[in-house]
């Protein structure tokens, strides 16, 4: 029995050294190493090489090494026999509620614009309108480990928070909403919309110019879930006519984004390069192997997926 690590641009190394810390007798191959395919029962994998895992005929499971799976799922020669195992980690939970608070805030108080004010030397404490926390609507697409966290923080600083999810939610101080009519309840009072879904193809391109013109005027996004979410040809058109007066987006169609895109120089557009929160393997390789172990006693694996929903 093997296991493979297949997650091409991360530091392999560190991985195979810390599952080899909690299990010194796992026998632990860095892809394209693989050696003989049929011994590979289990891999690590983030966004491996398209038909690359359907080469391993033994696979059983394939650890996901990101919350997401859209990089797994969209391979059309993911092998039928394997599951997928995804990361629910409380670092990588807290990365995320960390990242999605900080813009949250750095909208809430205006600090964009105060940032321009600045390079402008301007001194002007009264151009922006007074708005207290619970005048703060926060909407927010996707409930899951990430989103739920996400918004039980926004409550605890006394924003008034909404959110949206498949399956109807019950979140203390949340106002829930799920179906295409709670959508349109959720957009139109939405001051401060955050997307934190997964992509699937019923949420591919659900930040789109309908959805953002129904938003309240002059409201702000975050986009922290996957480039696919965002239709990119209508995100400026809704910035610059003031429909959006600011978009946060740490995740692209394209990654890296290309050098030309003009999401770099918008000045009403912060990119961060796709580390809203990032896989600590000191933290989830403890998962991993006792994942591997729950496997091989005949157990079902942690954080499986559900392929016929896609997340
Ligand atoms: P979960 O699977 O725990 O939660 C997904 C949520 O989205 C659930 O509430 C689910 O509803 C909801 N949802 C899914 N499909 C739909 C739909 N069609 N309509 C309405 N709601 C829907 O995922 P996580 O919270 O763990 O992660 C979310 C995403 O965040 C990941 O898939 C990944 O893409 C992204 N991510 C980005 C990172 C970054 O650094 N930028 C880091 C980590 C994750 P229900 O509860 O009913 O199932
Ligand atoms: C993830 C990510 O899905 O980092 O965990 O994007």
New binding site residues.
């Given amino acids: 029995m093997a296991v493979l690590i297949i997650a091409p641009g991360l530091k392999s190394d560190w991985w195979a050294s810390e599952l080899q810390k909690r299990n010194p007798d796992l026998d632990v191959r860095i892809w394209p190493d693989a050696g003989n395919p049929a011994d590979i029962l289990y891999a690590l994998a983030w966004k491996p090489p398209g038909g690359a895992l359907a080469t391993f005929p033994n696979l059983r499971v394939v650890f996901s090494l ?3 799976v ?1 990089h797994l799922v969209t391979d059309p020669a993911f092998p039928k026999q394997a599951a997928i195992s995804r990361i ?1 980690d409380p670092y ?1 939970t807290a990365g ?1 509620r960390e990242y999605v608070l900080m813009h949250v805030l750095r909208h809430h108080k205006n600090q964009p614009a105060l940032e321009a004010q600045q390079r402008d030397h301007i001194w002007d404490d009264s151009a922006y309108e007074l708005k207290q926390a619970d005048e703060r609507r926060i909407g927010i ?7 739920r966290s996400v918004a039980t923080a926004l409550v605890s600083l006394d924003f008034d928070v909404a959110g ?4 109807l ?1 019950g979140i203390p101080g949340v106002d829930c909403f ?1 179906g295409e009519d709670g959508l349109a309840q959720l957009i139109a009072t939405t001051q401060i919309l955050i997307c ?5 193809p ?2 591919e391109g659900i930040l789109n110019s309908e959805l953002l013109d129904q938003l309240p005027a002059g409201a702000c996004l975050i986009n ?3 480039g696919g979410h965002l239709v990119e040809d209508d995100l400026i058109p809704a910035l610059d006519s003031g429909q959006l007066a600011h978009a946060t987006l ?2 692209f169609r394209t990654e890296p984004l290309p050098d030309d895109h003009p999401f770099w120089d918008h000045p009403h557009i912060t990119v961060t390069p ?5 896989t600590d393997p000191r933290s989830v390789a403890r998962q991993i192997v006792e994942g591997i172990s729950a496997v091989d006693r005949g157990d079902l694996p942690p954080n499986s997926v559900d392929l016929t929903l896609g ?1």
Avoid: C, F
């Fill in positions: 990101g919350a997401g859209d629910v990588l995320m697409l996707g409930l899951g480990e990430l989103g949206w999810s498949r399956s939610k799920h934190l879904l997964p992509l699937t019923q949420t922290a879930a996957r740490d995740v796709h580390n809203a929160s990032i997340y």
